[in-house]
């Protein structure tokens, strides 16, 4: 069963736009990754965000993290078409030999 | 990508027959994983090794096993492949307290 679950599945923007990704979570987590996966290719690691995290930038990104409502954003401000892919939200809750569950994905579409 | 390599990138092979996919890294990571990937289901770890010929069991093992008999392989092995088993396999591996990298999949297709 997945414990992240993103929404939307799937968005399409315009160039030059912002995308916002939503992640919700069942179980309590001592951190939170986003990943990218570009088409044919593995996940890439994008950013990490703790339990006692708020907020955090890499960049283009801002990620958010409201533990109270088991619900994380993915933000990416000034979309490039190269910002084209899925993102997966993964999250951590037992720690020890660093399992992560992986949500189902948002697909980006970004438009030249 | 981060020296990680998987073998064979695709195969296509009939029900009932073995098969096993190989996961080589040059990093010297303690940890290994092995996901498989399918539409609507996102990853879902099959097995992962926290050393040599140490192994656990993920959310979906079942018909599958793996090895590790070194720090830099991991294999997945089907025993008997069934249809059920077409899939994307991706093999990630990371440091203590690191985020995983992955490998570029192996797109399995049993017939």
């Known amino acids: 069963s997945q414990q992240g679950e993103e929404d939307p599945q799937a968005l399409s923007i315009q160039e030059g736009e912002n995308a916002t990704m939503n992640c919700s979570y069942k179980?309590?987590?001592?951190?939170l990754q986003w990943y990218r996966q570009n088409s044919g290719r593995g996940l890439v690691h994008l950013i990490l965000i703790r339990s006692n995290e708020r907020e955090k930038h890499s960049g283009r990104l801002r990620v958010t993290l409201d533990t109270s409502k088991k619900s994380s954003s993915l933000l990416i401000t000034a979309s490039r078409a190269a910002d084209t892919a899925s993102y997966f939200c993964?999250?951590?809750?037992?720690?020890?030999?660093?399992?992560?569950?992986f949500g189902t994905g948002t697909k980006l579409q970004v438009i030249p | 990508d981060a020296g990680i390599t998987q073998s064979p990138r695709h195969k296509v092979t009939e029900t009932g027959t073995p098969v096993t996919l190989r996961c080589h890294q040059t990093e010297n990571h303690r940890y290994m994983y092995w996901y498989r990937q399918d539409p609507g289901h996102g990853l879902r770890l099959i097995h992962y090794?926290?050393?040599?010929?140490?192994?656990d069991k993920g959310e979906v093992s079942d018909g599958y096993s793996v090895s590790r008999s070194k720090t830099e392989d991991f294999l997945l092995t089907l025993e008997s492949a069934t249809s059920s088993q077409t899939s994307v396999y991706f093999c990630?591996?990371?440091?203590?307290?690191?985020?995983?990298?992955f490998g570029d999949g192996t797109r399995l297709s049993i017939l």
């Open positions: 179980t309590s987590i001592n951190n």
């Open positions: 090794s926290y050393g040599v010929k140490d192994t």
């Open positions: 990630a591996i990371s440091g203590t307290n690191q985020p995983q990298h």
């Open positions: 993964a999250t951590d809750s037992t720690g020890g030999y660093q399992k992560v569950t």
